[in-house]
């Protein structure tokens, strides 16, 4: 009978990337997922560990693992608990110390290696040697890539994640990413596009191709030299331009010194591509954009901004926001404030600065009080949310194209994404997830619109 393994994904797109992967690894072994945790033979709670108290989530999260497992244990079975992720990746010993009830610790370039993990937990267990669980948390040389399986063993839906690069060579002072994803590394042309064709034989009508700096992407193309991402866009929407017209592409997450005038001309040119970009500043002072080692000024940003809206007039840009980096005089964050009034977000997500233990950031002096970063954040999701419903409030009336991807909360409500990315929610019995539709927009707030299902023309 097939054991049933119960995944929770938390934190960023790359993680929902790995968490199929890692499905993709355990089928072979007769692993098939379950949404329901009471079910589940074995448990991968794969963590992030961007910001703040999450080591503390995985380990609340782990109190209810570990009566589950005791309570099959009684039962004369058992439930394998893996932490995965981030978490995994930088707290793993503590981790494996604080709950040595988990079976394994697997971290962000090691999940390949699963099966032999696994049969090591077992025989560890079966010897009964003390009750600690496997760390496996190395950096291997070669890249985990070259041993994922090509099976997808259960279909993404109508949306496809496809990584294509991995880690971080930036190191921003606040990021822990390059600690925990480990070098910048891109993915061979050849293999993405042999992934793509699988992820499209499933039927997806989007694909957005990950990576931390994914256009920092240079992998080897199929001529042999370095391709850029710019490149690769072109060649995977004109692979599929004729036989499946209405794919779409995006990409993310990018960072503003790897944005190429070749990358922001295929925003012009590439039919598929849809025309979002979600690119990150930070802050909007040369000051903390410098003590963040972000090696951009915000003028260059803003230049990049021009040029994008020149290539593509109506795309739509969104950000991310660290209010209360070491430093940041209130003159730093109204230069924040006037970045952001002069890009003019689609979207905006705002964080408050958080110490991470081992980045350079959390050593340097002069951090702000937490109530000087509460008060920026909330004047800073003011103005983003201002801006965000500006920017839907002008979509009424207008026909988007929407790609139906989850249930709402209503019954016969579904949500799907526009070109925009926006979340578009839409009542409609006949509808059904997968769909892709012309919906003309009711209403615009500042987190989602309103729409109908445009009528058709009449033949
Ligand atoms: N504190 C606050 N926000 C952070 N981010 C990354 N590290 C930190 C931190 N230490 C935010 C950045 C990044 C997003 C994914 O998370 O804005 O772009
Ligand atoms: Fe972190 Fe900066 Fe790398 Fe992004 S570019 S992952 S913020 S270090």
Known sequence: MAKKLFIKTHGCQMNVYDSARMADVLAPLGYAKTETPDDADMVIINTCHIREKAAEKVFSELGHWRIRKHAAQARGGD?????????????????????????????????????ELLARAERAR???????????????????????????STA???????????????FC????????????????????????????????TEIALLGQ??????????????????????????????????????????????????????????????????????????????????GHRAEDYLRIVEKLRAARPDIALSGDFITGFPGESDTDFEQTLELVRAARYAAGYSFKYSARPGTPGSLLARQVPDAVSSERLYALQALLQEQSAAFNRACEGRVLDVLFDRPGKLPGQLIGRSQYLQAIYVSDPSLRIGDFLPVTITGGYANSLAGEIARREAA
């Open 79 to 115: 439930v394998t608990i893996a932490v995965a992720g981030c978490v995994a990746q930088a707290e793993g010993a503590e981790l494996i110390n604080r709950a040595p009830f988990v079976d394994l610790v697997v971290g962000s370039q090691a999940y390949h290696q699963l099966p």
């Open 126 to 152: 079966v010897k009964g040697t003390g009750g600690r669980g496997i760390l496996a948390t190395d950096f291997p040389v070669d890249s985990k890539f070259d041993h994922l399986p090509d099976e997808i």
């Open 156 to 170: 993404p839906g109508p949306v496809g994640y496809l990584a294509i690069q991995e880690g971080c060579d930036k």
């Open 173 to 204: 002072t606040f990021c822990v990413v390059p600690y925990t994803r480990g070098a910048e590394y891109s993915r061979p042309a050849q293999a993405v596009i042999a992934e793509a064709d699988r992820l499209v034989a499933t039927g997806v």
């Open 213 to 294: 700096n994914v256009n920092a992407w240079h992998g080897e193309g199929l001529d042999g030299g370095a391709w850029s991402l710019g490149r690769l866009l072109r060649v995977l929407n004109d692979r599929f331009a004729k036989t499946h017209p209405q794919l779409r592409w995006r990409y993310t997450t990018s960072h503003p010194r790897e944005m190429d005038d070749d990358l922001i001309a295929a925003h012009g040119e590439v039919a598929g591509l849809m025309p979002f970009l979600h690119l990150p500043i930070q802050a909007g002072s040369d000051a903390v954009l410098k003590a963040m080692n972000r």
